[in-house]
């Protein structure tokens, strides 16, 4: 079977799921289905284009049987969806993050050994041309063993979101809505985290409840520590990965999505070279749901399978959100 031949039922049509439509169908996908309570929400994707089926009701959707499910609802219900979702026999694509809470995860884990299908969180960073560019220096040793990370996003919420006090980001979720970073401490540290540490609070103007200001230190083994700044309020945006190791450094630098620079030092060559990349935002979700629709046709792996996904809610639980 090609992917194309898959249907596929998007669940939530706010701006996530409208993009993933619109990947979707830049991949070829012929039987788009959508499903969402808000009438407003589901006008609006469809004025991007048509689709094969449209539900209010997410139950009355999986009752005509979707081969493949992507979650794209507020973080509380990703996992009572995918497990639904799942026990009607689909295989879910799950939007970052896993949920808003580890409640439930023992339950998701058995539903997804029960049913036998693939399940993969979105966390769409581990297919960003720059950064896994960075992974790949990482892995073949340019820099020997990774020895320290630091990660720093930071952005403006009301520049982003002119929308942003009508989020629940400003009340739940806060800077912990920034997870990139957190999942990719734990994807470059490629060990197990032993400690996290944290400050977190509602440092500035912009009328937070949670936090919008939250700095971590992971630990993973004995031997290899991460620094984590997130901030919802920082001007200029910002982004910066450095991966420091016993025989050089990397650097990924990006603060927009249309390019991205990739610095790297070895020690062998004493010297910086810099790799500027021209990017595109939707390109890594068309390797996202490429990944997926192919683990779903020929089982290859996915990048992002539950284990990994639970890293990084773990560590925000621990965190103390």
């Not at 048509?50 to 997410?58: G, I, K, L, T």
């Not at 990774?146 to 806060?174: C, I, Q």
Request: charged share 25%.
């Amino acid at each position: 079977m090609e992917i194309e031949a898959l249907s596929v039922l998007v669940a939530g049509c706010g701006s996530i799921g409208r993009r993933h439509v619109r990947v979707l169908r830049s991949l070829g996908m012929r039987e788009l289905r959508i499903c969402d309570p808000d009438p407003g929400q589901r006008e609006a994707l469809l004025a991007e284009g048509p689709v094969s089926a449209v539900y209010e009701d997410f139950e009355a959707a999986l009752r005509d049987g979707p081969d493949t499910v992507l979650i794209c609802t507020p973080p509380e219900l990703h996992i009572p969806m995918a497990i639904r979702a799942l026990e009607s026999g689909a295989h879910v694509l799950s939007e970052k993050p896993l949920s808003d809470s580890i409640e439930r995860v023992r339950e998701l884990e058995a539903a997804v050994e029960r049913s036998g299908k693939v399940f993969a969180v979105a966390f769409c960073f581990r297919h960003h041309e720059g950064l896994t560019l960075a992974r790949g220096y990482l892995q073949e040793g340019a820099i020997g063993r990774v020895v320290s990370l630091r990660l720093r996003v930071g952005e403006h919420l009301p520049e982003v979101r002119p929308d942003y006090r009508n989020l629940f980001t400003l009340t739940r979720g806060g800077a912990f809505d920034l997870t990139h970073e957190i999942d990719l401490a734990c994807w470059f540290a490629q060990r197990p985290f032993t400690e996290v540490q944290s400050l977190h609070g509602a440092c500035s103007d912009l009328g937070f409840t949670a936090p919008d200001l939250v700095e971590l230190l992971i630990r993973f083994g004995e031997r290899c520590i991460a620094s984590v700044h997130l901030d919802l309020f920082s001007l200029p945006r910002s982004r910066v990965t450095e991966l420091m190791g016993t025989a050089g450094t990397i650097i990924v630098e990006f603060a927009g999505w249309d390019a991205c620079t990739v610095s790297l030092y070895r020690q062998e060559a004493g010297t910086w070279t810099h790799q500027e990349l021209k990017t595109e935002r939707d390109e890594m979700f068309r390797r996202e749901d490429r990944e997926f629709l192919e683990a779903v046709v020929s089982g290859t792996p996915v990048s992002c399978p539950l284990s990994e996904a639970l890293k990084s809610q773990q560590i925000i639980h621990l965190a103390g959100r």
